[in-house]
């Protein structure tokens, strides 16, 4: 009877951890719609192929060496282990043994992790876009999702020396997101901004997005999305205390994202005069990102002033870093990146585990490591092959120079 009761448990979190891992994969249509909106029409194709591309790029490569990086037993609480190749599931013999520490499957496990790594890639996808050559792009996807994001992710969620010095961060505010704005900041400092996106004397010239519909609809996808992100970061379902911290973070992750877009809705409307709607879709992932930390111990009217403040410091992101001339189409540096130190900030507010020099630690490290180990593989890459589209490439557009046909071929204008 005990045996049966374990193996239901088993079978239940295992479904549980799958569903939710299945849910974030299809945060990837959020994020390729959300980006194929936010871009040119003469760039969508392009932003279509590199963000299949890279989310199957990205399950190969984790599965080749990331996920044994990021989940080895370490040479020390720094330096990963490595090794190569998923090894085989459990049995039930080794589930029973365990007392209860294994309570799904360890594919199940290998499958909910590689879509965060996905995520994370996904997010440098937007901020180069327009003017990155797609071979670059998938050639960095390479390293990032193979070594870089899972190097990172051992020092915490592997147990290395961030989880030793008490950083937490319950779905990745800061393993996930913050490192895949880094990452993108890095791309963008080498690459430059977009041709015509800042004239002389500080003028900032608007480049509108093709399909403020598909932009909305991906931001739409990635809100459902975040239920498996942040539901499935519990990691089980089967008993009665996991079944309710299920239910608080669903509620919390929603809240964050209702009170990011009221938060930016208002603060567009006071600085522009308007209500700006792709600050508003930014707003409503902004206060995901900030909740992704710690969903659960927040109230819910908690959740909804952390998301709130994310909205707020999305927008003023936004427009700082465009004063900066840092150009990025979607936002993606001010949404993962900015409001992604927030949130992992923000722990502090309700979770008595985290400690201000936990949390420092914790984004200090994944800064200067993603940083560095970003602008090095992004420099090589425009030594070796170039990083950045000709002139004429980039007056063309990436879809025809690098995928040879266009998204909207009856609606474009010759010229």
């Known amino acids: 009877m005990e045996q049966q009761v374990a193996e239901l448990a088993y079978a239940l979190d295992t479904f549980y951890f799958l569903i939710s891992g299945a849910l974030v994969m299809w945060m990837a249509a959020g994020f390729t719609m959300l980006e194929a909106g936010l871009v040119r029409s003469k760039s969508t194709a392009e932003i279509l192929t590199k963000n299949v591309a890279l989310y199957s790029i990205a399950s190969v490569m984790y599965m080749v060496v990331g996920y044994n990086i990021m989940y080895s037993d370490g040479i020390s609480s720094i330096i990963p282990g490595i090794d190569f190749l998923i090894s085989g599931d459990n ?18 496990d290998f499958f909910f992790q590689v879509v965060f790594v996905a995520t994370a890639m996904s ?21 990032m999702t193979g070594f870089i994001y899972p190097i990172q992710g051992f020092w915490s969620w592997g147990g290395g020396f961030l989880s030793e010095l008490g950083y937490v961060d319950y779905a990745g505010s800061g393993i996930v997101h913050f490192t895949g704005a880094v990452a993108a900041l890095a791309g963008v400092l080498l690459l430059g901004a977009r041709k015509g996106k800042y004239g002389p004397d500080g003028q900032i010239n608007a480049i509108p997005g093709a399909a403020l519909p598909l932009a909305t609809l991906g931001t739409l996808i990635l809100w459902l999305g975040w239920f498996g992100f942040n539901g499935g970061s519990e990691l089980k379902v089967s008993d009665l205390g996991s079944a309710n911290n299920v239910a608080a973070v669903f509620a919390n992750t929603n809240l964050a994202a209702a009170g990011g877009v009221v ?31 710690d969903p659960l111990s927040p109230s819910p009217l908690l959740a909804t002033i952390i998301g709130v403040i994310g909205g707020v410091i999305v927008v003023f992101s936004i427009v700082g870093l465009d004063k900066m001339k840092l150009d990025d189409p979607v936002g993606a540096i001010s949404a993962h990146g900015t409001v992604g130190i927030w949130g992992v900030m923000a722990v502090l507010l309700s979770n008595s585990d985290a400690t201000v020099m936990g949390q420092l630690a914790g984004l200090g490290a994944i800064f200067a490591f993603v940083f560095v180990t970003s602008l090095i593989v992004w420099f090589i890459l425009k030594l070796v092959m170039g990083i950045r589209l000709s002139e004429e490439d980039e007056y063309v557009g990436a879809d025809v120079a690098e995928c040879g046909l266009e998204a909207y071929p009856e609606f474009v204008k010759k010229s």
Do not use: C, P, Q
């Not at 039930?92 to 594919?107: C, Q, T």
């Not at 567009?268 to 409503?284: E, V």
């Open 91 to 108: 049995t039930a013999e080794e589930m029973m043994a365990s007392g209860g520490d294994i309570y799904y499957s360890s594919r199940a």
């Open 263 to 293: 938060a930016a809705l208002i603060t567009s409307r006071l600085l522009f005069g308007k209500a700006d709607l792709t600050m508003i879709l930014n707003g409503a992932i902004a206060g995901l990102v900030a909740i992704t930390a």
């Open 123 to 143: 997010i440098i996808s937007g901020a180069v876009a327009e003017r990155m050559k797609l071979w670059a792009f998938l050639a960095f996807a390479v390293v």
